[in-house]
Nanobody, 120 residues
Framework: QVQLVESGGALVQPGGSLRLSCAAS????????MNWYRQAPGKQRELVAK???????NYADSVKGRFTISRDNAKNTVYLQMNSLKPEDTAVYYC??????????????WGQGTQVTVSS
């Protein structure tokens, strides 16, 4: 059984920083893409940042230059460093990964979500 456990969400003032973490646990062969999504109230879930198994990254235009995604393959963990936070970054942030559960099969997993609130 594979689980994703997220942490790091909090209330922060505009201009502040947070680092989100998402750790995968269980039995599996490896992890492909690791992504962060977010969903604000009344809005659709959107992709914030992506990192491939080769550590190539991609970002939503709204967070470029402020957010950095990284991964530690030894710890099966993906991070999202968020700087210069704005009120419009307020959302529930979800970790999303594609995990090789067998040699040939890959399955998609979601974390439980962590609340990030940017407010003075």
């Amino acid at each position: 059984q594979v689980q994703l456990v997220e942490s790091g969400g909090a209330l922060v003032q505009p201009g502040g920083s947070l680092r989100l973490s998402c750790a995968a646990s269980g039995r599996f062969y490896g992890i492909n893409d690791m992504n962060w999504y977010r969903q604000a109230p009344g809005k659709q879930r959107e992709l914030v940042a992506k990192i491939t198994s080769a550590s190539r990254t991609n970002y939503a235009d709204s967070v470029k230059g402020r957010f950095t995604i990284s991964r530690d393959n030894a710890k099966n963990t993906v991070y999202l460093q968020m700087n210069s936070l704005k009120p419009e970054d307020t959302a529930v942030y979800y970790c999303n990964t594609f995990i090789r559960i067998t040699v040939l099969a890959t399955k998609e997993y979601w974390g439980q979500g962590t609340q990030v609130t940017v407010s003075s």
